[in-house]
Structures are given as C-alpha cells and as structure tokens.
C-alpha cells in the first residue's frame, strides 16, 4: 500500500491551498480516508476524515468551515482543501487509510502516507 501525500507549500495567511493523496495497492473504495497533521514539537492530530463513497464527512473544530475533505474514487485520491489559511495551520499533513469510518485516533489507522508541509506566514 502505498499513500503519496502532495500539494504542500509556503503561504501567507488567508491563503489557499489544496492537498491531494493519491491511494495505490488498496481497493481504495472499501476505505474511509483522513487527513492528520503535525506541527513541530506536537502530537499528530486528527483534521479530517471522509467515508468511502464521500456521503459523510468530519472535521476537527479547528479547521470546521474553512477545510474541505473530497475524493474522487475514479482516480484513487482523496483531497483537503485549504481555505482561509491561519499560521496556525503550519504542520506536515498525513492522509491516513482506514477500512472504518469515523476514527481520529493515530492508532487506528494502519496506512500512512509520508507527509507534505504546509507552512502559513502571518
């Protein structure tokens, strides 16, 4: 299995940015899909997570209303979309793939990608 994390950059506040994570080596249909993060010195924490056809979705409260989490199963590839980018938001992202619904917990997930850096300026 493989998750290849892309889209990261520099950005200045109120920016936008969207990542892309693009599944091989899994049906990736039969997987629900999330989006985690890391900032230095911090734990990974959940950002969002999308069912296996894309009808439900969640969010942390920290991104609620200016993430989005999408994906199209046609080209194996879930997506966050970035809006109104805080400096806040500066962390090394991590699609994640689990064949459950509704986790934010690390542990729950066993599929890793490696990361893309997103870095907010204020």
């Known amino acids: 299995v493989q998750l290849q994390a892309s889209g990261g950059g520099l950005v200045q506040a109120g920016d936008s940015l969207r990542l892309s994570c693009a599944a091989s080596g899994l049906t990736f249909s039969n997987y629900a899909m999330s989006w985690f993060r890391q900032a230095p010195g911090t734990e990974r924490e959940f950002v969002a997570t999308i069912s296996w056809s894309g009808g439900r979705t969640n969010y942390a409260d920290s991104v609620k209303g200016r993430f989005t989490i999408s994906r199209d199963n046609a080209k194996n590839t879930v997506y966050l979309q970035m809006n109104s980018l805080k400096p806040e938001d500066t962390a090394v992202y991590y699609c994640?793939?689990?064949?459950?619904?509704?986790?934010?917990?690390?542990?729950?997930?066993?599929?890793w990608g490696q990361g893309t850096q997103v870095t907010v300026s204020s």
């Open positions: 994640a793939a689990n064949p459950s619904y509704g986790a934010t917990t690390v542990g729950k997930y066993g599929y």
